[in-house]
Nanobody
Framework: VQLQACGGGLVQAGGSLRLSCAASGRTFSDNAVGWFRQAPGTEREYVAAISPSGGSIDYADSVKGRFAIDRDNAKYMVYLQMNSLKPEDTAVYYC???????????????????WGQGTQVTVSS
């Protein structure tokens, strides 16, 4: 599956953004999809993930209660709604997919193998 993230931008602290991940490939609905982010000088950080059917969702503690992930398999899309943004949310955000993770995203978050290009999110204070 091929992925492309978009929807990033510049927003003030406390604001919201909705990222989109567009997928192509017949097996998209077989894939768990995750969002990750990487700020300059830091390691890539797991943000959230959703199971192939959308029935299971997992969030990193740092975004729980502020971010929401969902997907529309008919449209080959996964979304990340980001609310109450903080300056520390500033990063390049990537979406990733893998058909072997299923509902075990929390435990297999480092198994994602298909990656899209990222989209920059900048939160000003």
């Amino acid at each position: 599956v091929q992925l492309q993230a978009c929807g990033g931008g510049l927003v003030q602290a406390g604001g919201s953004l909705r990222l989109s991940c567009a997928a192509s490939g017949r097996t998209f609905s077989d894939n768990a999809v995750g969002w990750f982010r990487q700020a300059p000088g830091t390691e890539r950080e797991y943000v959230a993930a959703i199971s192939p059917s959308g029935g299971s969702i997992d969030y990193a503690d740092s975004v729980k209660g502020r971010f929401a992930i969902d997907r529309d398999n008919a449209k080959y899309m996964v979304y990340l709604q980001m609310n109450s943004l903080k300056p520390e949310d500033t990063a390049v955000y990537y979406c990733a997919a893998d058909p072997t993770i299923g509902t075990l995203m929390k435990y297999l978050k480092f198994r994602f193998r298909s990656w899209g290009q990222g989209t920059q999110v900048t939160v000003s204070s």
